[in-house]
């Protein structure tokens, strides 16, 4: 895949075989650390991420020396690598390759964020998004304060963490989901 300098990505990947990828919350804090130290050095943006059980989003762009393929190889080797260590597997961890949706249009792009933030409610592990530790949703509602948020993608839409959070908390599952379906999962893929 190449990346274009200045647009967003949706990556996503699940665990070998449906399977779980994170064990404990120290395996979904040592994945956030992997993308805080990494996303400087290739020139990554993260826009959004949520960390499941079994399966990861990330909403990521590049600036113009930046490569999103290197910051995704490094990050989740070294994932990988700590987890075989520490747990005593061998082999993969995740399910081939991440999947990638260019966000080609400005119209859907928080629309894909909000999907990304809102994918432990609609998987039935929380009733609000901000009950997830594992998503920078808190980040972008005001009630944390980490690096890894676009800040500038926020302010663009809404003036105030509060009419994120509306946003997001207002969402009624709709036709907004089948138009979303181009910047998401793939139909087959979707199976939780």
């Not at 949520?50 to 399966?55: A, E, G, V, Y």
Request: glycine letters at 6%.
């Amino acid at each position: 895949m190449i990346y274009q300098s200045g647009h967003y990505y949706h990556i996503f990947n699940r665990g070998a075989h449906t399977l779980e990828i994170f064990y404990e919350p120290k395996n979904y804090e040592y994945l956030v650390t992997i993308f805080e130290r990494y996303k400087d050095i290739y020139g990554v943006t993260i826009a959004a991420y949520c960390l499941m059980p079994n399966h990861y989003h990330l909403i990521l762009s590049q600036n113009e020396s930046g490569s999103i393929g290197r910051f995704l190889r490094t990050s989740f080797n070294m994932y990988v690598q700590g987890m075989n260590k520490v747990y005593r597997r061998h082999g993969t961890l995740f399910q081939g390759q991440c999947k990638v949706k260019h966000i080609d249009s400005d119209e859907y792009l928080v629309q894909v964020v909000r999907y990304v933030h809102r994918n432990p409610v609609e998987a039935g592990y929380v009733d609000d998004p901000i009950q997830w530790e594992y998503s920078n949703y808190a980040d972008w509602i005001g009630k944390r304060s980490g690096g890894l948020m676009d800040e500038q993608l926020q302010s663009a839409y809404f003036s105030k963490p509060e009419e994120y959070r509306k946003f997001v908390v207002e969402y009624r599952n709709s036709d907004t989901v089948n138009q979303l379906m181009n910047y998401t999962f793939d139909k087959a893929y979707e199976k939780r």
